[in-house]
């Protein structure tokens, strides 16, 4: 990841050396930052789970999110000066738990059913990256 940034750092210091090296600097942080936002919110749901009365089983569901993801800043071209735009890409997960009773369902270990690849696109404004 470091050397795509540093990639495309050097691509934007042609445009703007100020704004790319700001950008390029605060970017790393901007994806950790989310990325935590994203365990923090996948915590949550574990502790929101509803729960499905299937007669001889009781199932529960809920999303979470990979740990791998990718971090990518970009050039938005259009714009004139071109400005960075950075992109996150990650695996949104829904897991579901299952038992014969509430409480087995709640002890037993999630397993993946669905997995949905995600991508985030975030510009940069005013020195700060936005959502």
Same mark, same amino acid.
């Given at each position: 990841?470091? %050397?795509?940034?540093?990639?495309? !750092?050097?691509?934007?210091?042609? &445009?703007?050396? =100020?704004?790319?090296?700001? &950008?390029? &600097?605060?970017?790393? *942080?901007?994806? /950790?930052?989310?990325?935590? *936002?994203?365990?923090? $919110?996948?915590? $949550?749901?574990?502790? @929101?789970? *509803?729960?499905?009365? #299937?007669?001889?089983?009781?199932?529960? %569901?809920?999303?979470?999110?990979? *740990?791998?993801?990718?971090? /990518?800043? #970009?050039?938005? +071209?259009?714009? #004139?000066?071109?400005?960075?735009?950075? +992109?996150?890409?990650?695996?949104?997960? $829904?897991?579901? +738990? &299952?038992?014969? !009773?509430?409480?087995?369902?709640?002890?037993?270990? =999630?397993?993946?059913?669905? !997995?949905?690849?995600? !991508?985030? @696109?975030? $510009?940069? =404004? #005013?020195?700060?990256?936005?959502?």
């Amino acid at each position: 990841m470091k %050397s795509r940034l540093l990639a495309i !750092t050097l691509l934007l210091l042609s &445009a703007s050396p =100020a704004l790319a090296e700001d &950008a390029a &600097a605060a970017f790393g *942080k901007f994806c /950790e930052e989310w990325m935590q *936002k994203l365990e923090a $919110r996948e915590r $949550r749901n574990t502790t @929101i789970i *509803k729960w499905e009365d #299937k007669g001889t089983t009781v199932l529960g %569901s809920y999303v979470g999110y990979s *740990k791998q993801h990718t971090c /990518e800043l #970009k050039e938005n +071209k259009e714009n #004139k000066p071109p400005v960075p735009v950075g +992109k996150i890409t990650y695996l949104e997960v $829904r897991y579901e +738990k &299952a038992g014969a !009773t509430q409480e087995e369902a709640e002890r037993s270990q =999630a397993r993946p059913v669905e !997995t949905t690849e995600v !991508t985030e @696109i975030f $510009r940069y =404004a #005013k020195g700060v990256w936005v959502y």
